[in-house]
Each structure stands twice: as structure tokens, then as C-alpha cells.
């Protein structure tokens, strides 16, 4: 199999954080790609119409794409427990919220970094910031207990999106008032996986 990346992705992170958390690193070939809202890259195009990463390239089958669909499938692959059953919605729910962060944030990178200065919009930055900085307070606030235990795709996909804040966006300081999950995130970034995905 083929994945579709570019490093600095958060969303592309969480697969390439699963390979590595599962095992499966062997079965998939990484292959960097530049793809951007207004230039999709056509080996993207040729496999996902929307023109974004992380895309996966099967032997045996269409492309899979979008990050939750690609780490659902490579976790039933590799036969691993990311999803656990008795606590599925939680975590899906967990997983969609740092999806969120990741989505608000790299929409403010765009902005900054694809549209005309004269047409950038700072209200619309600080709404996009908003949404992120109330779903890091709320993970802070109410699923630290989904953090611990055994590694979950929700807890990767956290990592990845603060790890993104800090990449993009660290002067907006998203550990001030969040302790708690500052703490998680400093153990977190040591794993192996997060350390061999850094960029
Ligand atoms: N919902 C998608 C979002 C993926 C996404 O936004 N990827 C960005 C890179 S961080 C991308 O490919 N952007 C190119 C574009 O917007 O055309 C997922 O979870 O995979």
C-alpha cells in the first residue's frame, strides 16, 4: 500500500502515528506529496476528487481517504485495539474533536498563507481560533479520563492536533488554563511513534 503525505499534516500524522503504534510501518510505502487548496497535486487527484491527504493507495482496492476512514481501515488490518468496543462512542467522539482543532487550525494557516493579504479576514482567523481553543478547553475540562489507559485513536488524534498548535500556532499558547492536558501532551510527545513523526 501507498500513503499519500506531507509531514507537517496533523491529519496525515495520525495514520502515520498508527503505522507505527500497530506495527504495519512494513506494508505501507510513505510517499511525499505538495498539495494545497488551490493546487491539488494530481497523483491526489488521481485518487481522491477532493484533493486532500492523507490518502491511502490499495493493492487490492480503491483509494481510501479521509484520516477516519484510512485509521478505521489500517486498525482493522493490523488487528489492533484503537477502537474499543465498550467505549466506542467516546472515543469516536474524542477523535472528532480533535479533528476539529486540527480543521480550525490548518484553515488559519491557509488563510495566512494562500489568500491575498489584502483579502485575509482576522475575525474570521479568531472564529477559526474559537472553535479551537474551546475544544482544547474541553478536552481539558472533561476527557482527561479518555486520555489515560490503553492508546485509543482518539488520544493519537490529540497528540497530533496539539502537536499541530504548537508546529503552527504556538504563540496562541493553548496550554494556558489547560494543565492538565499540557501534562498529558509532554508525556505523549515522547512515545516513539510521535518522535519519529516529527517534524
Ligand atoms: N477531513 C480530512 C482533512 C484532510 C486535510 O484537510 N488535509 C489537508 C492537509 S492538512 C489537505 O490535503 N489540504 C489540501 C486542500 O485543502 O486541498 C481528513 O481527515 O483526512
Not at 497523483?43 to 493507495?57: S, W
Not at 482493522?76 to 485495539?81: I, L, S
Not at 479551537?132 to 493519537?156: E, K, T, Y
Amino acid at each position: 500500500m501507498r500513503l499519500l503525505i506531507s509531514p507537517a499534516s496533523p491529519f496525515v500524522r495520525k495514520v502515520r502515528v498508527l503505522l507505527r503504534e500497530t506495527g504495519l510501518l512494513d506494508q505501507v510505502e510513505e510517499v511525499n506529496v505538495t498539495t494545497t487548496p488551490l493546487a491539488s497535486d494530481p497523483t491526489v487527484l488521481a485518487v481522491n476528487p477532493i484533493g486532500k491527504i492523507p490518502a491511502l493507495m490499495r493493492d487490492d482496492g480503491p483509494a481510501l481517504y479521509d484520516s477516519r476512514v484510512i485509521t478505521r481501515f489500517l486498525n482493522e488490518v493490523a488487528g489492533a485495539a484503537l477502537y474499543p468496543e465498550g467505549q466506542i462512542w467516546d472515543v469516536l467522539t474524542l477523535e472528532a474533536t480533535a479533528d476539529g482543532i486540527m480543521e480550525a487550525a490548518v484553515l488559519m494557516t491557509y488563510e495566512l498563507r494562500f489568500r491575498p493579504e489584502a483579502q485575509q479576514s482576522a475575525a474570521w482567523t479568531e472564529a477559526q481560533w474559537a472553535k479551537a481553543s474551546r475544544a482544547v478547553a474541553a478536552i481539558n475540562d472533561r476527557w482527561m479520563g479518555h486520555l489515560a489507559g490503553p492508546v485509543n485513536i482518539g488520544q493519537i488524534s490529540v497528540g497530533c492536533a496539539l502537536s499541530y498548535l504548537d508546529l503552527r500556532h504556538d504563540l496562541r499558547n493553548w496550554r494556558a488554563g489547560n494543565a492538565d492536558l499540557a501534562a498529558w501532551h509532554a508525556a505523549w510527545v515522547l512515545r516513539d511513534s510521535m518522535v519519529a513523526t516529527a517534524t
